[in-house]
């Protein structure tokens, strides 16, 4: 284990389960593996690791469920879900339940290693909040750390963003991105700016108030 960072693995498909671990330790993590949500929730309980990777469809504890296991055990701790159902309303779910982020499925080793790194990262900034006794969430699902980083990539961008534009800088899933973009709407803290002149429906970016 290069930089002390442990992930845990749930899915219920042992090639997955082969193919992240690879991917982890190309990475330079520490990875432990779980063929069901009980088995991984008690990994969570046994290695306090830093980040937890689970599958949307299981039998036994579903993805939803063990997400809501693994965070009432850890409010710090980095959920990444893997999901071949990329509908917003469903993340909505997720992410309410305690989850930090999104994965499509079939994974791209790129991809997962870039999505990795942004929730140890958020992981790391949520750590610190609990040793500070700061509050780790500010809203049900919404983490003061992932809207820091959102907000910090709208501030280097005064003419706004499209969500696309945000999901690609700073390498959160969309479904994500959407859910605090829509946070910092209802807080009045961005403004919508429309883009006209295309064909289609027109796009909006969103900038900082």
Known sequence: MENGNRIVIIDDEE???YT????CTYGGWEAVTALSGKEGYELCKKYK???AIVDYH???WDGLSTVKKIRQLDEAISI???TVDERQEIAEKFINAGAT???VKPIKSPDLISRININLRINEIQRKYVEEKKQVYIDKGISPATLGIICDYLKEHKEGLTIQEITAGVNLAYQTVHRYIQYLLEENEIQIVPIYGQLGRPKNRYRLI
């Open 58 to 60: 299981m039998p036994d």
């Open 80 to 82: 990444l879900v893997l």
């Open 101 to 103: 982020d999104f994965a």
């Open 49 to 51: 690791p830093n980040m």
């Open 20 to 23: 992240i671990n690879e991917i």
């Open 15 to 17: 090639d997955i389960l």
